[in-house]
């Protein structure tokens, strides 16, 4: 089963695609989204749902996770990675994905049994527990942790 996990900000979307036969999990894609700060929020976001539209094409995920926004510092930042989620959500709806949500912590907690760690801790288990060559940037690293959280939860 193939699973994409989705870190979305309007700057760097993070998205990562793992594959679980129910025993094993490998890294099948992973990167990121950019945006320039140049760039308009309205093209942002149609840059983020057009991009991640090509990534569905391409690796064909069968379910999906993104990260769940519980904690946010200011009120500009919570609607700011709403809307980026929000288009991350529009083309998981388009490729008639259903979508499990899961909070920051717990996939810090599956991904490094801690519920407070750092993304470079994040992408460092990363690359051991999928067998990676090289550490991913962050975003990419939260990306692939969201997919193995979602791929955990099902093995329960």
């Not at 094993?24 to 992973?30: G, K, T, Y």
């Not at 920051?104 to 992408?123: N, Y």
């Amino acid at each position: 089963m193939k699973i994409i996990g989705i870190d979305p900000s309007i700057r760097s979307t993070g998205y990562g695609i793992i594959e679980s036969d129910g025993r094993r999990l490998s890294a099948v894609a992973f990167g990121t989204i950019p945006n320039p700060v140049k760039r308009s929020p309205e093209a942002s976001l149609l840059n983020i749902v057009e991009r991640l539209r090509d990534v569905l094409r391409e690796h064909r995920p069968e379910q999906a996770a993104i990260e769940k926004i519980i904690f946010v510092q200011s009120v500009r930042t919570a609607i700011i990675m709403g809307t980026a989620r929000g288009a991350a959500l529009v083309a998981l709806a388009e490729a008639g994905l259903s979508v499990s949500e899961y909070p920051a912590k717990s996939v810090k907690m599956a991904a490094t049994g801690r519920g407070g760690a750092q993304k470079q801790q994040v992408g460092f288990m990363m690359r051991v527990l999928l067998g990676l060559k090289t550490t991913p940037k962050p975003d990419e690293g939260d990306a692939l942790a969201i997919a193995l959280t979602h791929a955990r939860s099902l093995a329960l």
